[in-house]
């Protein structure tokens, strides 16, 4: 199974909305990954946890809190959003051993709206 | 600083031609990964090669095959008699040895087949 799942798919949301993305990969991987990708751009790089803990953070705003309850699971927990953080919000995993150059695997992604 | 760059923002060819997408690179490691990774309209990011810095035999896949050079640190990608299915942005993507299979991705080149 060489699958990452995200829900919701769609997501619309308020400035003083909390809510919370979701992604599952069930291949055993330990690294995971969020990324926010804008219109007509590449995606960046938000977040990285390898074996369930926070690696990589690149300088995202508090208001993007994630989460790995377990090494299958990823949360991306979302306060108080801007217009502007309207993207479409990508998950992926990887075998997780750094310096192997493991390919990530991506989820659909989310496509969040705020309004 | 790692970099890769996609000059060629859009390409339109009409189906069953060939078409090349181009990638040039630049990085200080000796040790490093390259990937190309195709987005189709639906958004989810799809995997389609991997290799390291020290391979450089070309790969051929069906209609896919991918040109390394690290003379000219290009890793270019061509899709030989091209189906309206290719229709995507591609994306071509660098990691080096260490960094948790952090990617460094080109701007993407957007590729409309034309009937």
């Known amino acids: 199974d060489t699958e990452v799942t995200q829900t919701p798919k769609h997501l619309v949301m308020g400035m003083t909305n909390k809510k919370s993305l979701k992604c599952e990969q069930h291949m055993g991987h330990r690294a995971m990954y969020w990324y926010k990708q804008k219109a007509k751009k590449p995606p960046e790089l938000m977040f990285v946890y390898s074996y369930e803990k926070l690696s990589i953070n690149e300088s995202v705003p508090s208001r993007f809190s994630p989460e790995c309850p377990n090494s299958s699971l990823l949360n991306l927990h979302l306060h108080a959003l801007q217009p502007e953080d309207s993207a479409l919000y990508l998950c992926a995993s990887s075998q997780g051993v750094a310096g192997f150059g493991n390919e990530q695997f991506f989820g659909p992604g989310t496509r969040l709206t705020v309004l | 600083a790692q970099k890769v760059t996609q000059a060629q923002t859009e390409i339109s060819v009409v189906e069953k031609e060939d078409v090349t997408l181009d990638c040039v690179y630049e990085t200080r490691d000796t040790t490093y990964y390259l990937f190309w990774y195709k987005q189709p309209p639906s958004g989810e990011l799809v995997f389609l090669i991997r290799r390291n810095s020290f391979d450089e035999q070309n790969e051929i896949s069906g209609r896919y095959s991918w040109n390394f050079q690290k003379s000219t640190s290009s890793f270019n990608f061509t899709i030989t008699a091209s189906q309206v299915v290719d229709s995507a942005v591609y994306f071509c993507?660098?990691?080096?040895?260490?960094?948790?299979?952090?990617?460094?991705f080109g701007t993407g080149t957007r590729l409309t087949i034309i009937p």
């Open positions: 993507a660098l990691s080096e040895l260490e960094g948790n299979e952090k990617l460094t």
